[in-house]
């Protein structure tokens, strides 16, 4: 969570670090979060449903599933050898039965909108380490071997491949039944407040009546859902700990506390920098040579930050 000074033109580093020190120091804000001064300490923030970091497994068996809605494009190493099976659960557990038999295999595949959700809860069954792979960075390893089509056989070869190659493939692991339920309130939640600003972009004097109908009742389901997260974390101890760390930073309120709950699970496992980086809040260098190009934020979990606009509503 990135703190800076207002106003305009650049400050001097030392200076604004000093500032920023003061001013946390005399709010009372909880060292654990801070950012801007000091290291961060996340082991104040203890997680109990994450109990594993990075994947240190035998890559030497590799089985990629290359998603789609109805058929998976599936591509073993290291025998280089590829089938296609049906994206349903059964049949998953089928082929995975059959390829752990000379080893435990370590399985790959793609984010794809959901459609993966059979191939990661069959190998959580199945007891198998799986890596859920992001669409940009198979996509640019593609690039490397020279890999411009795109087929899903050709996919389903690079993914296997990606695996392989890569090094600190972190292995997913499902939500517990708690951050489950509080990222399904606060993705509805976060729906509800899209359609409602839409609504609000759309008030004519012709329809206004109407508009402003589903709007209020709109808000008040958002503010039902709204009640039902904050009686879900004040109920469950993990989940009421961190809030109050986080609520304790200026700026921060039970709505903000509730997203980040939701949609990164991680934190207390994280450092301030690769917590910033998994949200989208770390700036990138764009320097070579003499040149010292702007500093960008790129990719990210978007629903982080965009925390700030779902939260707030025009009445």
Known sequence: MAIREAGGGQANPRKTCSTVAKNLAARHICPAIRTAEGPSRPSLIKDNDISSNF???DRTNIIAFEVSKASLTVHRLPDDRQVTSPNSVTAIKRFLKTKRKGG????????????ERHV???CVDLELPVHRAHGTRTRNFAKYPGLSAKTDQVDAR???LFAAKSEDLRLWQPPGTETAELRGLRRRRDGLAQMIRKEQNRLIRAVERSLKRHIRALTKDMNELDEQTGK???STPGFRSKSDLLKSV???????????LAYVPELGSLTKGKAAAIVGLAPHA???GTLKGHRRISGGR??????RHCCRTRS
Do not use: N, W
Request: proline content about 5%; overall charge neutral.
């Open 55 to 57: 994947s240190k497994a």
């Open 104 to 115: 435990i295999p370590f399985v790959v595949c793609e984010a794809s909108g959901g459609y």
């Open 120 to 122: 990661l809860q069959s």
């Open 158 to 160: 690079m993914l296997a």
């Open 232 to 234: 879900l974390i004040s």
């Open 250 to 260: 200026v700026g921060v309120g039970p709505k903000t506390a509730a997203a980040c």
């Open 286 to 288: 764009q320097d070579s």
């Open 302 to 307: 978007h629903e982080v930050r965009s925390t």
